[in-house]
């Protein structure tokens, strides 16, 4: 017995010495974040539950909730995909921090580097604490629990916290770019590192890896069902009015709707929308319509504009409008971009750090994705047309269906017709379609939840 009661005294020692923090002082140093909030609306505005169905390719060194080595996620159906949320850190000095980021509406699903811990989560008791737990009992001890120096790890909340994040001034610590991890997936994971922000090394005796880790941001993604507070409607028959609706509490600036078909596209830009104000403009898709290349050179540089405006560096800006550039600018869809009110992103994502920044920029993006009567129509036709078709002309129609472009976004499309149609056989042929056009979208490569 007295051989074990040496390492368990390590143990508990261990557990003290890493203890978080209360979030304490402030420091001179400056955290910048960007992210992202998808969400699809139906023409009626409605908020939709949605799956995209494909499972990213994320660098294979990313961490997952249900396989925290780095396999992709299960993919769940919700009211929000959070998309991207990057941290930067800047600092003259090297420094330590410990950062945790609550997401109470939601969960967090991927994250890197190695977090000390996500929740909500349970830990199971070391062999060595269950083991003395049962010995004490059986020698007549009942209350002796030392396996709650583990269990008591676990929480009921939904976050991710980075315990001893050691922050290194880029200017000084070059070198460490050798450390930061790459993989041959071609990822757009890596344009979110063409900024100046310092190397950060998470220490992997606190965060439960085996080594150090390093990287130029914390990471993570997640997904929840609130709503966002943009309503996106179409207004009138057709799809050349669109109307949005602030019903949040704090105005939404620089907002971009857009309409993409057929490789050409348009978009018009609205500054602000007051709280509860709504606004219908015409777009007139049809008309005056540019090429995608065109059409994504001038939003990207406006894009840029904003979020600079909203507090991100020029390269930071550049780095996330180089993240998102294909799927905002390059999808198929009418969707809005905006800027979410900081205010809106505190109350969803409570962050705190130890010791706290001198600046805290947030800027999180908005996209209201529509599924517009035009795509339910055409994806109807294609579902007729699988129905009748033999097994050769069915392979054509799952071709058919994939160049409609829905993307990521087909499975929202088919269960909005399949609530309107009320046939077993519809709904089962619908998904069938369904599955087998999505099989060949397995090899994205965006930071989007494809």
Do not use: C
């Not at 050798?178 to 900024?195: C, F, N, Q």
């Not at 800006?317 to 969707?335: C, H, I, N, P, Y």
């Not at 505190?346 to 800027?363: F, H, S, Y």
């Not at 036709?381 to 993307?407: F, M, N």
């Amino acid at each position: 017995m007295k051989t074990k009661l040496f390492p368990l005294i390590l143990i508990v020692a261990q557990l003290h010495v890493f203890a978080g923090n209360e979030p304490g002082k402030t420091e001179d140093f400056t955290v910048h974040e960007w992210g992202t909030f998808t969400s699809v609306q139906g023409a009626d505005g409605i908020l939709m539950e949605w799956n995209p169905l494909v499972a990213t390719e994320l660098p294979s060194f990313v961490y997952d909730l249900n396989k925290p080595t780095g396999d992709p996620q299960t993919v769940i159906r919700t009211l929000q995909r959070m998309e991207t949320p990057v941290i930067y850190f800047y600092s003259d000095k090297e420094r330590t921090v410990d950062i945790s980021v609550k997401f109470p509406e939601g969960r967090i699903t991927e994250w890197f580097p190695q977090a000390r811990e996500v929740g909500p989560s349970t830990v199971k008791p070391r062999p060595l604490l269950a083991e003395f737990d049962k010995l004490a009992n059986n020698a007549g001890l009942p209350g002796v629990n030392l396996s709650s120096i583990d269990t008591k790890r676990g929480t009921s909340e939904s976050l991710v916290r980075w315990a001893d994040v050691k922050v290194f001034p880029a200017k000084q610590h070059g070198d460490l770019k050798d450390l930061v991890p790459r993989d041959p997936s071609g990822s757009h994971y890596y344009a979110a590192r063409e900024t100046d922000a310092d190397f950060l090394r998470v220490n992997g005796r606190v965060n439960d890896t085996d080594k150090p880790e390093y990287e130029n941001f914390l990471f993570y993604r997640g997904v929840g069902n609130f709503k966002t507070p943009l309503q996106v409607m179409l207004s009138g028959d057709g799809e050349e009015h669109v109307s949005m609706r602030n019903t949040g509490s704090e105005p939404l600036v620089h907002l971009f709707v857009l309409h993409v078909r057929n490789g050409r596209g348009k978009f018009v830009y609205i500054d602000r929308l007051a709280p509860e104000a709504e606004k219908t403009i015409k777009l007139d898709p049809k008309n005056n319509t540019v090429s995608l290349g065109e059409l994504a050179d001038e939003l990207s540089e406006q894009m840029r504009a904003a979020l600079v405006k909203q507090g991100l560096y020029p390269r930071e800006a550049a780095a996330m409008v180089k993240t998102w550039r294909d799927s905002w600018f390059d999808e198929q869809g009418l969707r809005v971009l905006y800027t979410l009110p900081r205010a809106w992103t505190d109350r969803v994502l409570p962050i705190a750090m130890d010791p706290k920044p001198r600046e805290l920029v947030r800027v999180m993006v908005g996209r209201a994705e529509m599924i517009t009567p035009t795509m339910e129509w055409e994806l109807m036709k294609q579902i007729v047309h699988y129905s009748e078709a033999d097994d050769a002309g069915r392979q054509q129609v799952v071709e058919h269906t994939r160049q409609l472009g829905l993307g990521r976004f087909a499975e929202a499309t088919t269960r909005r017709l399949m609530g309107k149609v009320s046939d077993r056989e519809f709904n089962r042929l619908s998904r069938e379609l369904l599955e087998a056009a999505a099989k060949p979208q397995l090899r994205g490569k965006s930071l989007a939840l494809k």
